[in-house]
């Protein structure tokens, strides 16, 4: 029974989260009265209703921008060489590590009135006043583009690396051209990694908090802000909770319209009934809804006489693309390698470009106990949440991908609960559990509330590897005699190696960068690295955030490396897995 394998993952969601989440549900509907006032309070307001609109028009718009950018990307970086695809993923991977508080910041530098845009602008003489380009929604689109970009692309690559490029190869041997192999071969193959990486950017740009809040106006609040006001405020968990419950209401919905199947089944199960219905239509109806299918024979004709024609010349797509790769990893690493030069400086605050070059902040960072113990006590709550979440989320994520379709979905859906709430919520919600657990203020209740959301991202990774993953490998090892657990060990997980990975180091960073729910479940007893980061941004801007960020750009570098080693040592044993199954 393959859903037992989801039992642990599940056993954690509901001690932590879920009857917490039940019990604020009932107190946002006031039990035992049961009454709606909470609701009807919310949507009686006109203000509310706008920051409900406002917060699903800037995640729509993010999502669709990070699509946009990190498909070609994504697609890029799967074609090109060994070496060079590795390069780019770790240059992907490197941003989202360092701290998402201090990347705030540094476009906050970029963008600010006196920051390198308009210093650059007012020096050159192209304009006599500052550009407003902060406290906007541009700056907000901006910020949490970058943010959210590497979690669209690492489900694309995991997808797009599964994906067989013989089947290009035969539709273009067919006469195909290649945007037609593109759009009719890859693409549909493709759309498991697309459904995923924009469910999972959707669903996380509902709950921002810290970055609208840094780089938006006053009218670009979303309702993690309204609800941060409200604990703010009254903390009345009535109003929170039903603001919470609306907000997860849309995530469902979305949720419901696109599906969460992702293990393939249902975009196979949709184009069926596509096909099915396209066939008991007239022919000349279903011509009138594809045009291009007129010319089918024009088309085949050609196609015929240029068959064994050569190729024509790529180099102005070649460039193409190595131009948009450019600007992407630009638009990655610059905010990096802004806090990286302003790490340098002598003064006495955040500045670009440096009044002059000094260490005084790395010697400020390894001279204060509260900055390295906070940061150890980071990388230990990291390294012990990527790999708790990894192995029940693998776990979860393999056994929902051998259920049934229609149980299948309703799973996914609870294990994305906690990344459709709002991130102070969670908070919440965890806090509520832990109190009754009475681990409030100690790093094993850190540990179970970062572990709800990181499993979310683990099964998604996991599950859109999944997709792309062949069982008849499985059925003829078992046929050979192979143990379930041999099969899995020897077969299944060497081959769903590469979103396994993914899904821990995102488990990682997902940790690692945790504000909001550690502020509230940990108290004053356990101090991070980001929340100390977050006091010292609202307090002081001490220049230390910047070398603390460069520091911390050296971990993936080092960790990615390691995996990498282990990685190419093990490909020898899968390409003798793949000629030998295990009998």
């Given at each position: 029974?393959?859903?037992?394998l ?31 006032a ?20 800037i ?11 990190g ?69 907000v ?30 539709g ?18 493709s ?157 006495r ?19 204060d ?13 990291g ?40 991130v ?17 203020g ?37 046929s050979?005699r ?39 479940v ?15 941004i ?10 603390v ?35």
């Amino acid at each position: 029974m393959p859903i037992v394998l989801t039992v642990p993952a599940f056993a954690v969601l509901l001690v932590v989260f879920g009857i917490p989440l039940i019990l604020l549900f009932l107190t946002s509907i006031n039990a035992p009265a049961f009454s709606l006032a909470n609701y009807q309070m919310f949507f009686g307001q006109p203000a509310n209703v706008h920051v409900l609109y406002q917060t699903i028009e800037i995640s729509v718009v993010a999502t669709a921008i990070c699509l946009l950018i990190g498909y070609p990307t994504a697609y890029l970086i799967v074609g090109a060489s060994k070496h060079r695809r590795v390069a780019l993923i770790v240059l992907v991977i490197i941003p989202y590590l360092t701290s998402g508080l201090a990347r705030t910041y540094a476009w906050i530098v970029i963008l600010g009135d006196r920051g390198l845009i308009n210093n650059l602008l007012l020096d050159l003489g192209i304009v006599s006043s500052p550009l407003p380009l902060i406290y906007n929604r541009t700056a907000v689109y901006i910020g949490m583009v970058h943010i959210m970009l590497p979690m669209m692309i690492l489900p694309l690559i995991s997808v797009m690396m599964g994906i067989d490029r013989s089947l290009m190869a035969a539709g273009r041997s067919m006469g195909a051209r290649p945007f037609d192999t593109f759009w009719r071969v890859f693409f549909p193959l493709s759309m498991p990694g697309v459904r995923s990486g924009s469910l999972l950017v959707f669903v996380i740009c509902l709950g921002f908090y810290i970055t609208p809040a840094a780089l938006g106006g006053l009218g670009d609040a979303m309702l993690s802000t309204f609800i941060a006001s409200q604990v703010q405020a009254s903390f009345n968990i009535g109003r929170i909770g039903a603001a919470a419950f609306i907000l997860l209401g849309v995530a469902v919905v979305v949720l419901s319209m696109f599906g969460v199947d992702l293990s393939g089944t249902q975009g196979r199960t949709a184009q069926s009934t596509r096909n099915a219905w396209r066939s008991r239509l007239p022919s000349s109806f279903v011509m009138k809804l594809h045009p291009g299918e007129l010319l089918t024979t024009l088309r085949a004709k050609r196609w015929t006489a240029q068959l064994y024609q050569a190729g024509g010349d790529s180099n102005w797509s070649n460039i193409v693309g190595t131009i948009f790769l450019v600007l992407v990893m630009f638009y990655l690493l610059f905010p990096e390698l802004l806090v990286v030069v302003m790490s340098f400086s002598a003064g006495r605050f955040l500045e670009f470009p440096p009044s002059g070059l000094s260490l005084q902040w790395y010697r400020s960072f390894f001279g204060d106990p509260s900055w390295y113990n906070a940061a150890w006590v980071s990388i230990q709550i990291g390294i012990v949440v990527a790999i708790l979440s990894t192995i029940v989320g693998t776990l979860a994520a393999y056994g929902i991908n051998r259920t049934l379709p229609r149980l299948r979905s309703s799973l996914t859906m609870v294990i994305l609960t906690p990344i459709t709430v709002p991130v102070i919520v969670v908070g919440i919600v965890a806090y509520l559990g832990l109190l009754k657990l009475g681990l409030l203020g100690s790093m094993a209740g850190i540990i179970l509330a970062h572990s709800i959301g990181a499993l979310g991202y683990v099964v998604v990774i996991v599950a859109a590897t999944l997709a792309n993953f062949d069982q008849r490998l499985e059925q003829a090892a078992k046929s050979m005699r192979a143990r379930p657990l041999q099969t899995f060990v020897r077969v299944t997980l060497p081959l769903i190696r590469p979103g396994i990975i993914g899904g821990a180091v995102l488990a990682f960073l997902s940790s690692f960068d945790e504000v909001v729910v550690t502020s509230l479940v940990g108290g004053f007893a356990i101090r991070t690295l980001p929340l100390k980061m977050w006091e010292d941004i609202r307090h002081q801007i001490d220049p230390t955030i910047a070398a603390v960020s460069s520091l911390l750009m050296l971990l993936p570098v080092l960790s990615l490396i390691v995996l990498y080693v282990t990685w190419w040592r093990s490909s020898p044993g899968a390409q003798r897995l793949l000629a030998n199954p295990p009998t």
